[in-house]
């Protein structure tokens, strides 16, 4: 286990040294942001098994050590991430606990609002940090793409950005595309949008498979189908829903983690080659409460866990300043005690993925903030 001291402590040596910055950065890696809507249980995915008080406060939502999937001598993977566990004994998946943005309040609708746009209390900045991301890139990879029904708030901005969801319609023929497409050539705006709505439906291809509703595994394969291409985006960004577990939590967060073990493992599968220039960043706006409530869930907390995964990160690591769940040790009298900022662990793995400076991307992602100085060790090369 690496911990926080440890993750910043080579800071000031990787600053120094030369670094490629902006006008280098043209790169063909790809930077993914998976979203889990709702405020994921960190504790119920990146298990700390070994904790003494983990057992007891979490009742009966606790996991077996037997079951669990045991990474070192403290923490555990839920039994449902055996994808991710194998990511990680490859060196393709690092995980972080303990992760918090500086949201301190307990609204989903606030927290996710710091989180896409990166400022430090709601609403504080318009736009959202991916957009931002996406204008620090040169123009040949300045291209990014939601994979949901609506534009999310963390890729809105100046930056024009697609989106992509697919339609529970039966397929349009192309005799009736074709109309639209002649009844739409003479408003300037429609026929641009009608243009981008037909590429992305184009990049989609067989892999959309004409199906309204698609499991993980075949949503990760469409979003791949993107991404993979040569021409295709490379930025992009996957909405997961229902991480909201106030009760009967054991059984939904064994779906809730099986199907993101399912959409990572089809983003590899689709991804190809492509994989190993790939950075998966997965993470919630925060976390739930140590003790289990009365109806077999947790209430709103405030740190969780939060995973870099792909062929580009230098993984098989946990990074944890631990704070442990004995009762002087939880925030609150409650919540897992925050000791590493989410905004810290993005700018960086940002800075990363496209060979950016990483104090001028954390200055331009969360312009409110003074991320941690991080590690450069999150990806390879």
Known sequence: MLNRRGFISSAAALLAAPRIVFAGAETERRFVFIIQRGAADGLHTVIPYADPAYARLRGALAIDPAEALKLDGTFALHPSLTGIADLYKAGQASLFHAVASPYRDRSHFDAQNVLETGG????????????????????RSNQAIAFAPTLPLALRGAIDVASYAPSGLPHANDDLLLRVQKLYEGDAQLSGLWSTALKAQGMAGAAAGGKGQQSPAELGKVAAGFLARADGPRIAMIETNGWDTHSAQKGRMATQLTNLDNLISGLQQGLGDAWRQTTILVATEFGRTVAANGTGGTDHGTASAAMLIGGAVKGGKIVADWPGLAAADLLDNRDLRPTLGLDTLVAQACADAFLLDPQRTAQVLFPDSRPDKASSRLLRG
């Open 120 to 139: 430090k209390a709601p609403f504080d900045i318009k736009d959202g940090w991916m957009n931002r991301l996406a204008g620090m890139l040169p123009r």
